[in-house]
Each structure stands twice: as structure tokens, then as C-alpha cells.
């Protein structure tokens, strides 16, 4: 029987993978990037893993935190937001 892939559950984002990217880049400690956002560890660590999709206010908080272009990433993110309200 051939493979068929899944479908990403309604949780599961891509933003997720471009914003672990750019934290890893940084070469910050999570509790350090999560000082300079204004969020709960746990709340970061669940973006990064994909399991949640971040808000738009976080998502601008985050890429100034890492030193990241913000209108860059809030495209991206408007994106996935987008494809997520439209499957």
C-alpha cells in the first residue's frame, strides 16, 4: 500500500521552522530570547516546535529579539495565517 502523507494538524506550522532558524543564528539562550520577547519560555519553546501558531504581535516582538527583519517575517507570517484561514 503506498505511503500517503498527512496532512499537518491544525497546530503544526511552518512558521515555526523559519524562526527556529533565525534563533539559532542568534545564539541566544531560549531563557534569554524569551526575556527579550516578553513570553514564557514554554510559550516559545512551543512556536520553535511547531505545535503553535505565534501571534502577530509576538511574531514582531521575536524577529527584533533576534535581530531579524520584522516586515520579512511578518510576511511570512501573514502567509501561513492566510493559508490557515483558506485550506
Not at 41 to 68: E, N
Amino acid at each position: 500500500m503506498p505511503h500517503t502523507p498527512r496532512r499537518p494538524t491544525a497546530a503544526h506550522t511552518h512558521i515555526g521552522l523559519v524562526m527556529t532558524s533565525i534563533w539559532r543564528q542568534t545564539h541566544l539562550p531560549l531563557e534569554a530570547l524569551a526575556r527579550r520577547t516578553g513570553s514564557d519560555p514554554k510559550y516559545v519553546i512551543s512556536i520553535l516546535a511547531c505545535r503553535q501558531f505565534p501571534t502577530q504581535h509576538f511574531t514582531d516582538r521575536y524577529a527584533r529579539a533576534c535581530g531579524a527583519d520584522p516586515c520579512i517575517l511578518l510576511r511570512i507570517w501573514n502567509d501561513e495565517h492566510e493559508r490557515r484561514r483558506d485550506p
